[in-house]
């Protein structure tokens, strides 16, 4: 069996810097027409300056130069001009607003979400889409539920708006969707894959470890209802985020599941194995290009039920990562990508 899908595209993805960016920037850029990249770097990129350097180091990295690097800006407070000028730069897809201390690198985040209200005022007015880390400082299971009520009133306040979820994790905030129509989410494949028994049920496994973590069977089964049967404000979001083996494997592991390699593959395992390969392309692609109004470049990724050998790590420029799925054969492969 061959499915082929048109423009794939990676709605949430860590690509990094430095070595680490030139490690994993081809994956993406092999598999995907593109992708929303995240700003959260150290320091994060927060300047129209720095957006623009990033995304120069992204394309150089990613060897594609057809590849459609949607690039964010990490939230604070912007003056008109500003978002005038990022609005006006190539590239430039969002930005990205973390709570303070919620994930990796957001500790220069919003503390205070009134504070917000103004730059939120004017991205309504420009047209700017807004990206949300949606998590609390609660109870690690409750934090995104915690959160919802943020959700609700950001829809409510700023109707025009267009606010996304980013990797939901939750039946709740998948039932959300229906109350505002402002509102659309992306959704990793972990989240459709694993609950919190994988993480930690039997033992500890660092690499399934992730903000917001896996949660409970009926949260997964939600989001894949949601996935699978096309719900058409839901849109794949990888949240890949690589970290080195060392800061996994260690006292204190970073959250982070790194997916790129896997990703599609995968994907197209988990749609033919539920009988949904006619959703995959409006979840991969078609979803986000109608919310965003995107032009993405020409390209036909197809994937064929062949197995796939998953490395126990990916290493280059003195890195080494350990993916998703590491060590196991994937059930299917991309065979062509034109
Ligand atoms: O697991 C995660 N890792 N969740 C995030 O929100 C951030 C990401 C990262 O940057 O490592
Ligand atoms: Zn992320």
Not at 5 to 28: I, N, Q, T
Not at 102 to 115: D, F, H, L, Y
């Amino acid at each position: 069996m061959e499915i082929s899908v048109r423009a794939p595209l990676d709605m949430h993805l860590h690509l990094r810097d430095g070595e680490m960016l030139r490690l994993v920037a081809p994956m993406s850029a092999a598999d995907f027409a593109g992708a929303v990249v995240m700003p959260n770097l150290v320091p994060p990129v927060a300047s129209v300056e720095a957006m623009q350097e990033y995304r120069g180091r992204v394309l150089a990295a990613g060897k594609e130069p057809e590849f459609y690097a949607l690039m964010t800006l990490f939230f604070r407070e912007y003056t008109e001009e500003e978002l005038l000028r990022a609005k006006e730069t190539p590239g430039f897809f969002g930005i990205k607003l973390y709570p303070a201390g919620v994930t990796t690198n957001s500790e220069q985040g919003v503390g205070n979400m009134a504070s917000a209200e103004p730059t939120l005022r004017l991205m309504e007015q420009l047209g700017i889409p807004l990206l949300v880390h949606g998590e609390s400082h609660g109870f690690v299971l409750d934090r995104e539920e915690e959160f919802l009520p943020v959700y609700r009133s950001l829809a409510a306040k700023f109707p025009r708006l267009r606010i996304c979820m980013e990797h939901i994790s939750t039946a709740a905030a998948v039932k959300l969707l229906d109350e505002y129509e402002n509102l659309c989410a992306t959704i990793t494949l972990h989240h459709l894959l694993l609950t919190l028994d994988d993480v930690m049920g039997d033992k500890l496994r660092p690499h399934l470890f992730c903000k917001p973590i896996a949660k409970r069977e009926a949260d997964r089964e939600a989001l894949l209802t949601a996935a699978l049967g096309g719900h058409t404000r839901v849109m794949f979001g990888s949240d890949s985020a690589p970290h080195p083996r060392e800061a996994k494997e260690c006292c204190g592991c970073a959250a982070g599941i790194f997916s790129a390699p896997v990703a599609l593959p995968r994907l197209a395992q988990l749609f033919a194995l539920h009988g949904a390969v006619d959703k995959l392309q409006g979840f991969v692609s078609d979803n986000a290009r109608r919310i965003y109004g995107l032009h993405v470049p020409e390209k036909k990724v197809t994937l064929r039920d062949e197995p796939m050998q998953v490395p126990e790590s990916y290493r280059g420029f003195g890195q080494k990562v350990v993916p998703l799925d590491a060590g196991e054969e994937l059930g299917w492969r991309v065979v062509e990508r034109i």
